[in-house]
T-cell receptor
Framework: DVKVTQSSRYLVKRTGEKVFLECVQD?????MFWYRQDPGLGLRLIYF???????EKGDIPEGYSVSREKKERFSLILESASTNQTSMYLC???????????????FGSGTRLTVV | GQQLNQSPQSMFIQEGEDVSMNCTSS?????WLWYKQEPGEGPVLLIA?????ELTSNGRLTAQFGITRKDSFLNISASIPSDVGIYFC?????????FGKGTRLHILP
């Protein structure tokens, strides 16, 4: 069964800590994405990557960075966690969408991060 | 930027009722997608639509890709308790997907 795996389902971190959220996919997808999900705000794109060592800012990149050293792994980094980064974080992956009928993203199960 | 307007935001229905939700946009897309998210999980793809006018079913779910390519709807017939969750529409153009804010479905006993 193909999947996107996020390393932690629940995390509790202290303000100011550096936090790493890991995501691994086994579908050989080129594209990978990080979203955060908050009530009433839907899914908001933080960063995405279309290739190894490549990264692009999404709609809300402030306070975050990413790393894509291998095709299957895309890490989200909170350099200095703050309470307003308490949220559900979702990783997703897909094949490139240019031309032809390509489906949607495959999502991981999410990491619920609480910053205290 | 591009936005999807998804409605309604939430629905409270009786078990056995039919459900209808829709998404509209000012932009055209070449793919429309419908996802369901259950509590504590990530969204799971239900239906993908690739052609304007396309009508596709997946069990009790039916979705259509609007003729103008700017809208889509999802119907659920004869709802059951396990239909509870958040339903997201999404429009795709090449590598970019835009998500609606979701319709939260509640089913009353």
């Amino acid at each position: 069964d193909v999947k996107v795996t996020q390393s932690s389902r629940y995390l509790v971190k202290r303000t100011g800590e550096k936090v790493f959220l890991e995501c691994v996919q086994d579908m050989d997808h080129e594209n990978m994405f990080w979203y955060r999900q908050d009530p009433g705000l839907g899914l908001r794109l933080i960063y995405f990557s279309y290739d190894v060592k490549m990264k692009e800012k999404g709609d809300i990149p402030e306070g975050y960075s990413v790393s894509r050293e291998k095709k299957e792994r895309f890490s989200l980094i909170l350099e200095s966690a703050s309470t307003n980064q308490t949220s559900m974080y979702l990783c997703a992956s897909s094949h490139p969408g240019t031309g032809g009928s390509v489906g949607g993203y495959t999502f991981g199960s999410g990491t619920r991060l609480t910053v205290v | 930027g591009q936005q999807l307007n998804q409605s309604p935001q939430s629905m409270f229905i009786q078990e056995g009722e039919d459900v209808s939700m829709n998404c509209t946009s000012s932009s055209i897309f070449n793919t429309w997608l419908w996802y369901k998210q259950e509590p504590g999980e990530g969204p799971v793809l239900l239906i993908a639509l690739y052609k304007a006018g396309e009508l596709t079913s997946n069990g009790r779910l039916t979705a259509q890709f609007g003729i103008t390519r700017k809208d889509s709807f999802l119907n659920i017939s004869a709802s059951i308790p396990s239909d509870v969750g958040i339903y997201f529409c999404a429009g795709r153009w090449d590598d970019k997907i835009i998500f609606g804010k979701g319709t939260r479905l509640h089913i009353l006993p």
